[in-house]
């Protein structure tokens, strides 16, 4: 089965800057890679995702790079917010059914 | 509903009895997966039902968690036996099927073993 790894656990940042959250997978077959935001006491909700014939998603603030040779893609928020603030998961899917399999998540702290 | 619904939303037992959670999909989702969640820590799989059938019962961590589900719509996760780390968040998500499409969570059932 699919294997996802995520990193790094925690990230604090400042207001305003970058942050990056990367993600491995093992199965070559995945081919659907959503993130997720999760902020606390709340359900998580897809932010941005991308398919394995795309290497790069935009929307706004939040960009997500594919790399299928190397089998990993990576999180990218800009100008951060101290709304971002959450906990941020990866997840992978492979083409042989539905199952989804996530990181273990990233606690992402932004300081204002 | 227009979501996911997950009932209930919080459940005391105490230890040793027998615990129901039940979550209705969106309409018309035909995949369907429950994760567990204990506090601070990751979405930890247990089951997944494409349809009715269950393909993947691999992450249900003892004999003791069972899952069914009925017409391809509502789930029921059963734990028998309760013990105290089987307290935890329980999400279940939906999704529309074959393809790679957006899974959508519910709000979680907070069960607390006591």
């Known amino acids: 089965g699919e294997n996802v790894e995520q990193h790094p656990s925690t990230l604090s940042v400042q207001e305003g800057d970058s942050a990056v959250i990367k993600c491995t997978y093992s199965d070559s077959a995945s081919n659907y890679f959503p993130w997720y935001k999760q902020e606390l006491g709340k359900r998580p909700q897809l932010i941005i995702d991308i398919r394995s014939n795309v290497g790069e998603k935009k929307d706004q603030r939040i960009a997500v790079t594919l790399n299928k040779t190397a089998k990993h893609f990576s999180l990218h928020i800009t100008e951060t917010q101290p709304e971002d603030s959450a906990v941020y998961f990866c997840?992978?899917?492979?083409?042989?059914?539905?199952?989804?399999?996530f990181g273990g998540g990233t606690r992402l702290m932004v300081k204002p | 509903g227009a979501g996911v619904s997950q009932s209930p939303s919080n459940k005391v037992t105490e230890k040793g009895k027998d615990v129901e959670l039940r979550c209705d999909p969106i309409s018309g989702h035909t995949a369907l997966y429950w994760y567990r969640q204990s506090l601070g820590q990751g979405l930890e799989f247990l089951i997944y039902f494409q349809g009715n059938s269950a393909p993947d019962k691999s992450g249900l961590p003892s004999d003791r968690f069972s899952a069914e589900r009925t017409g391809g719509s509502v789930s029921t996760l059963t734990i028998q036996r309760t013990q105290q780390e089987d307290s935890a968040v329980y999400l279940c998500a939906s999704s529309p099927g074959p393809g790679n499409t957006e899974a959508f969570f519910g709000q979680g059932t907070r069960l607390t073993v006591v």
């Open positions: 997840a992978a899917r492979y083409n042989a059914g539905n199952m989804l399999t």
